[in-house]
T-cell receptor, first 113, second 114 residues
């Protein structure tokens, strides 16, 4: 089944404790992206990647890191999480940009205490 | 740069009534237009998209959207809603050329009341 998977789905952590949210897609897509969703703000893009070893900042990259060592994986790293990073995070992928449909993962709900 | 405005943050409607979710966009270049739907506790999934050709596009579950270039709008409509349509709906745009990401509106929460 074609899908985007994220792990974990739920995470509660404390300020400053490094964490990684994994994202994997099995559709051989070139383009991958991370978003955060907050009430009243919609989806805001954190980082995106056009292909392996190519990443770029989105609208809200501060406090986040990403890597794209393999085509299928695009982990999101929070080196020192803070409470303002409490949010719902989505990973997405698509073949390329333009008209292609973007496929979303199920989401990761992160709470930083 | 592009921007998307969804004029209503919440829309309550009775079952079997018609609904329109409004979307306006701003862009100096030609764009593709999308509507995504997010059901409770799920990720987003594509509902429909406008790429070119006929300005009226339809989804498999009875929604339709019409691209109006002069009004820079892409409103989503359904003539008769079901309880199962309760979800959040996001309008999004992306320029036709270049590698820029999708730009989303803030979403409209549709609540269908029995």
């Amino acid at each position: 089944e074609a899908q985007v998977t994220q792990n974990p789905r739920y995470l509660i952590t404390v300020t400053g404790k490094k964490l990684t949210v994994t994202c994997s897609q099995n559709m051989n897509h070139e383009y991958m992206s991370w978003y955060r969703q907050d009430p009243g703000l919609g989806l805001r893009q954190i980082y995106y990647s056009m292909n392996v070893e190519v990443t770029d900042k989105g609208d809200v990259p501060e406090g986040y890191k990403v890597s794209r060592k393999e085509k299928r994986n695009f982990p999101l790293i929070l080196e020192s999480p803070s409470p303002n990073q409490t949010s719902l995070y989505f990973c997405a992928s698509q073949m390329r940009t333009g008209a292609d449909t973007q496929y979303f993962g199920p989401g990761t709900r992160l709470t930083v205490l | 740069a592009q921007s998307v405005t969804q004029l209503d943050s919440q829309v309550p409607v009775f079952e079997e009534a018609p609904v329109e979710l409004r979307c306006n966009y701003s862009s100096s270049v030609s764009v593709y237009l999308f509507w995504y739907v997010q059901y409770p506790n799920q990720g987003l999934q594509l509902l429909l998209k406008y790429l070119s050709g006929s300005t009226l596009v339809e989804s498999i579950n009875g929604f339709e959207a019409e691209f109006n270039k002069s009004q820079t709008s892409f409103h989503l409509r359904k003539p008769s809603v079901h309880i199962s349509d309760t979800a959040e709906y996001f309008c999004a745009v992306r320029p036709i050329s270049g590698n820029t990401p999708l730009v989303f509106g803030k979403g409209t929460r549709l609540s269908v009341i029995a």
